[in-house]
């Protein structure tokens, strides 16, 4: 062989480190395996392919100057694969929190290693979803649910007033100033009967309309739902299963076509029929 034409072929093939296989597919193989000495894994995590950094990056028995390496690492899916590491440690994963990729972000939110620390990187972290998610969550410390009831996301407060199990965070939800985390609120099936009065008397039409489609309402709300002055909770009121038929009666006589037919449709009424 020509020496410039070997010259050119050794330059354009990367050189993986001594002692290991050329395949990227054996290298892979190497990270995975248990048995990998550290000292093979210390040269797997520069391994030129992504690949293969990715299967270190899920080994359960990294170090800690590794796991920084691999947070630090200019791919998405290496730090993704160490944001799903099951053993990754705490102070790893808020690094992460941060971090430019969403799926690197959402790994660090549900990874089982996060912690109260990480609950608090995340509360602080510019992502409205990932906060919107941990506020969601059933399992965060009470701090932290406190820290994002004052949230100033519409969004993450909202989540949470759908989601939550919490009496207390769902009661200073339902009087929350913004009307579209009262209209959340109005969606949760454990609101009690004192506050679903409450939503539905809400000087917003839209907290209204969520109630009325969402939940079981006393006949004493209903009567007045019945009523409503905005158009769009009447014809929720005659489209929901969970409206009784005296109140659909009421709703064949309303002021709005779409209203009366809803309702006629509901009672099984063909047009001019009584």
Same mark, same amino acid.
């Given at each position: 062989m020509d020496p410039k034409s070997a010259s050119r072929t050794e330059a354009s093939e990367p050189t993986v480190g001594p002692a290991l296989p050329g395949r990227a597919v054996l290298r892979i193989e190497l990270a995975r395996d248990a048995a990998t000495s550290q000292e093979v894994i210390e040269l797997l995590a520069n391994d030129p392919n992504s690949k293969v950094k990715c299967a270190v990056a899920g080994r359960l028995d990294l170090p800690e100057h590794l796991l920084h390496g691999l947070a630090a690492d200019p791919n998405n899916k290496v730090r993704q694969a160490l944001a799903e590491n099951p053993t990754c440690p705490p102070a790893v994963l808020a690094g992460l929190v941060d971090d430019p990729s969403f799926d690197v972000r959402y790994a660090v939110l549900v990874n089982p290693r996060a912690d109260r620390y990480v609950h608090e990187m995340i509360? %602080? &972290? &510019?992502?409205?979803?990932?906060? %919107?998610?941990?506020?969601? &969550?059933q399992s965060i410390e009470e701090d932290i649910k406190t820290t994002l009831l004052r949230d100033p996301s519409v969004a993450v407060r909202g989540g949470m007033a759908e989601t939550t199990v919490d009496p207390q965070i769902l009661a200073a939800l339902v009087s929350d100033p913004e009307p579209k985390v009262r209209a959340k609120a109005a969606l949760n099936p454990l609101t009690t009967q004192e506050q679903r009065r409450r939503l539905a008397r809400d000087k917003a039409a839209s907290v209204r309309w969520a109630l009325v489609q969402s939940v079981e309402?006393?006949?004493? &709300?209903?009567?007045?739902?019945v009523h409503d002055r905005s158009v769009n909770v009447r014809w929720w009121l005659a489209t929901t299963p969970q409206t009784p038929h005296r109140f659909l009666r009421i709703l064949t006589e309303d002021k709005s076509p779409e209203v009366r037919t809803q309702a %006629?449709?509901?009672?099984?009424l063909k047009d001019g029929a009584e």
């Open positions: 509360c %602080r &972290s &510019s992502d409205e979803d990932i906060r %919107r998610l941990l506020a969601e &969550s309402l006393a006949e004493e &709300s209903l009567e007045e739902l %006629r449709m509901r009672l099984g």
